[in-house]
C-alpha cells in the first residue's frame, strides 16, 4: 500500500536553479494538491488539481507550476529557485466524492533548501 | 472563505495531565472540522473529524474533540497525556462542498516526564 509518494525527500539548490518535485499516488484520488509548510506559519495551499488536465491556485502560488496529465501524477515545478522557497513540501490526496468530508491523504514530505 | 486560529503555538503538559489544543474557525458556510497530527519528520495523519451529526467526535489515541458552533470552536482533549503524544497538531476547516483544506499555523505539544 503505497498511498502518495514524494520524491526526492531532500534537495538542496542554488538560487536560479530549477528542479521539480515529484508527487504519485495509487488510490486513483481525483484530487491533489501541493503545501508548503513553514515554522509558525501551518500549511499553506499552493496548487491543487480537481482531476486530470485540470488544475487550480491556492494561497501561495506565485513561483510554482503544476500540471496533471495523468490522475496518478501531480509534479510541482519551481523554474527559478529562491531563498524564499526554502521549506518542506507536502503532496495530499482525497478520493472523488471526498470534497467535504473526506480525508486528506499526505506524503511523507520533501524538504528543499535553496541557497 | 474559511480561516484557522489555533491559540498557542507550544503547550507543555506533564504526563498524565490533561491535553487542551484550542481551535476556533472562521467559515461562511457549515464547515468540516479536522484535527492532524504530525510526528517529527513525517507527514500528517488524522486524528479525527467533524462532519455532522454528533458534536463530540472521538478519534485515534484516545483523543476526542467538540464542535460548537455558538463559540466557533474545535479544541481537541486527552484526558491524560503520555509520552507518545508529543508531535505537532494542525486543526484544518473545510467548507461547504470544496476540496480545499485550509490549516492553522499548528500546535506543539511538549509531554514531560
Known amino acids: 500500500n503505497a498511498g502518495v509518494t514524494q520524491t526526492p525527500k531532500f534537495q538542496v539548490l542554488k538560487t536560479g536553479q530549477s528542479m521539480t518535485l515529484q508527487c504519485a499516488q495509487d488510490?486513483?484520488?481525483?484530487?491533489m494538491s501541493w503545501y508548503r509548510q513553514d515554522p509558525g506559519m501551518g500549511l499553506r495551499l499552493i496548487h491543487y488539481?480537481?482531476?486530470?488536465?485540470?488544475?487550480d491556485q491556492g494561497e501561495v502560488p506565485n513561483g510554482y507550476n503544476v500540471s496533471r496529465s495523468t490522475t496518478e501524477d501531480f509534479p510541482l515545478r519551481l523554474l527559478s529557485a529562491a531563498p524564499s522557497q526554502t521549506s518542506v513540501y507536502f503532496c495530499a490526496s482525497i478520493a472523488s466524492g471526498g470534497a467535504g468530508t473526506g480525508e486528506l491523504f499526505f506524503g511523507e514530505g520533501s524538504r528543499l533548501t535553496v541557497l | 472563505a474559511q480561516s484557522v486560529t489555533q491559540l498557542g503555538s507550544h503547550v507543555s503538559v506533564s504526563e498524565g495531565a490533561l491535553v487542551l489544543l484550542r481551535c476556533n474557525y472562521s467559515?461562511?458556510?457549515?464547515?468540516?472540522l479536522f484535527w492532524y497530527v504530525q510526528y517529527p519528520n513525517q507527514g500528517l495523519q488524522l486524528l479525527l473529524k467533524y462532519t455532522t451529526g454528533a458534536t463530540l467526535v472521538k478519534g485515534i489515541n484516545g483523543f476526542e474533540a467538540e464542535f460548537k458552533k455558538s463559540e466557533t470552536s474545535f479544541h481537541l482533549t486527552k484526558p491524560s497525556a503520555h509520552m507518545s503524544d508529543a508531535a505537532e497538531y494542525f486543526c484544518a476547516v473545510r467548507g461547504g462542498s470544496s476540496y480545499k483544506l485550509i490549516f492553522g499555523s499548528g500546535t506543539r505539544l511538549l509531554v514531560r516526564p
Open positions: 467559515s461562511s458556510v457549515p464547515p468540516y
Open positions: 488510490m486513483n484520488h481525483e484530487y
Open positions: 488539481s480537481v482531476g486530470a488536465g485540470i488544475t
